[in-house]
């Protein structure tokens, strides 16, 4: 479904029962393991976990780089099921904005701030009529005619979020953008990415800072390939998949060595126990 036919309350992902495998000269490996995940549309969410968790592999699929093993990944409205190479980078042209780590993977060495929005307005097949008011809020507009060589590590970061979201596509990936930046360029351009998200840019972050994390609406924490919980608002929600299996939190998962719980279904909720 085209973007602008989307319900403005239509999540911008949703994946279900995911599972990507890949195989190697040692045999699978097993990267995501049933994965349920929603990405509400303008807000920003947070991928976390430790090397090895998933992040990107989830990634890769909410970017439309990659199709899942097994399970539902629908982005932009678009299922990926059975997409063919051409349809995914359609898919991507179209409908995400994508933003590396490194600055300079995401830039042209060549072309000036405005020229890279421009570029990506052309790229998108839209006008970029509104690349003045983007740089604007970005915090670019003096640097308009500057050229990457001549902006600071977060200016060059801001710029790659500015050409991801020309044309307001349904959703801005971010692969660790704010590993190679000091604590306090990283919290203008986690400013800078929460002014998008307030005029209804979804954004998702994959990450190991917890100062991006702490930004985020709501952070997805991936362990071995799972759910291990989620946060929002500040509380920390257990994951129910579709057959009824929660996930606990490392620290609460602790608590049952022998993979068993006593289960008690009380008036307001239900309540897991340790075994005596």
């Not at 989307?6 to 992902?13: K, L, V």
């Not at 990267?31 to 998933?54: E, M």
Request: proline letters at 6%; a positive charge.
């Amino acid at each position: 479904m085209p973007p602008e036919t989307r319900s403005p309350d239509a999540p911008a992902a949703v994946c279900s029962g995911l599972v990507r495998i890949y195989w190697s000269p040692s045999g699978e490996v097993h990267a995501l393991k049933g994965v349920d995940v929603v990405v509400p549309a303008g807000r920003i969410t947070a991928i976390t976990g430790p090397s090895g968790s998933g992040k990107s592999s989830l990634l890769r699929i909410l970017a439309a780089q990659d199709r899942p093993t097994a399970g539902r990944a629908e982005v932009a409205g678009q299922s990926l099921a059975g997409l063919s190479t051409r349809r995914l980078r359609a898919l991507r042209r179209r409908a995400i904005g994508y933003v590396f780590a490194r600055p300079a993977q995401n830039l042209s060495p060549q072309l000036t701030v405005r020229e890279h929005l421009a570029a990506a307005a052309r790229l998108r097949g839209t006008r970029g009529e509104d690349g003045a008011e983007l740089l604007e809020r970005l915090g670019l507009a003096d640097r308009a005619g500057h050229v990457p060589a001549q902006l600071s590590g977060g200016e060059q970061q801001r710029l790659a979020f500015a050409q991801a979201v020309t044309g307001r596509p349904a959703l801005l990936v971010a692969d660790e953008p704010t590993s190679e930046l000091d604590s306090r360029t990283t919290a203008d351009l986690l400013e800078a990415v929460r002014g998008l998200a307030d005029t209804g840019t979804t954004v998702v972050l994959a990450t190991h800072d917890p100062l991006a994390a702490a930004a985020a609406d709501r952070v997805v924490h991936l362990r071995s390939g799972t759910v291990a919980h989620e946060e929002v608002a500040g509380r920390r929600l257990a994951v129910i998949d579709g057959d009824g299996r929660v996930q606990l939190p490392e620290d609460a998962l602790a608590r049952f060595p022998d993979r068993r719980a006593l289960l008690e279904v009380t008036g307001d909720g239900v309540v897991l126990r340790e075994p005596r």
